[in-house]
T-cell receptor, first 116, second 109 residues
Framework: ETGVTQSPTHLIKTRGQQVTLRCSSQ?????VSWYQQALGQGPQFIFQ???????GRGNFPPRFSGLQFPNYSSELNVNALELDDSALYLC???????????????FGPGTRLTVT | KQEVTQIPAALSVPEGENLVLNCSFT??????LQWFRQDPGKGLTSLLL?????REQTSGRLNASLDKSSGRSTLYIAASQPGDSATYLC????????FGAGTRLTVKP
């Protein structure tokens, strides 16, 4: 049990809609990262937030956006959903400072998003 | 750009066998390498984390090694059990975390 929780567990949306996924980090963890895992593939880095500011971004379009809040919660928002957005979305939190050495990330159970 | 490759993509072994999973990466400038287990439809469970300065880590029947200069890591599972059946992912951390596609392991009773 990592202490990282995500909601909802499963979600079904229609192409073109918008979705918000939520993550609650372990207390004291200032860094949160989001990943997209398509079926049969490894997770792909979407972006990372450190102390409420975006600190790095993977190869994802601007319709993927995020927020991090002072209470260690965060959101992943996806606009104009496409069929290829169907995936498991994982968040991971850590108490490390990005770019300042090694730190371990703790993953939540994920949200399974299906776009029809 | 960091690329992480895992071989084999799938592996099926009889119960009790010792086995090795392989992970390779292209850029040796990493902070650490982590091995995860993922059961179908579930999140990631961290198994072992090896710092860039370390050569190996052990936990129970699991042993992971790291050769940063050659860009390789191996996960050794001793005396495999049916409960070990899962997908095993390796990930390297530099400025973010890059994952391989995983090895799907099946241990047959």
């Amino acid at each position: 049990e990592t202490g990282v929780t995500q909601s909802p567990t499963h979600l079904i949306k229609t192409r073109g809609q918008q979705v918000t996924l939520r993550c609650s980090s372990q207390s004291g963890h200032n860094t949160v990262s989001w990943y997209q895992q398509a079926l049969g593939q490894g997770p792909q880095f979407i972006f990372q937030y450190y102390r409420e500011e975006e600190n790095g971004r993977g190869n994802f379009p601007p319709r993927f956006s995020g927020l991090q809040f002072p209470n260690y919660s965060s959101e992943l928002n996806v606009n104009a959903l496409e069929l290829d957005d169907s995936a498991l979305y994982l968040c991971a939190s850590s108490d490390g400072m990005p770019g300042r050495g090694s730190y371990e990330q703790y993953f939540g159970p994920g949200t399974r998003l299906t776009v029809t | 750009k960091q690329e992480v490759t895992q071989i084999p993509a799938a592996l099926s072994v009889p119960e009790g066998e010792n086995l090795v999973l392989n992970c390779s990466f292209t850029d040796s400038a990493i902070y650490n390498l982590q091995w995860f287990r993922q059961d179908p439809g579930k999140g990631l469970t961290s198994l072992l984390l090896i710092q860039s300065s370390q050569r190996e880590q052990t936990s129970g029947r699991l042993n992971a090694s790291l050769d940063k200069s050659s860009g390789r890591s191996t996960l050794y599972i001793a005396a495999s059990q049916p409960g070990d059946s899962a997908t095993y992912l390796c990930a390297v951390a530099d400025n973010d975390m890059r994952f391989g596609a995983g090895t799907r392991l099946t241990v047959k009773p």
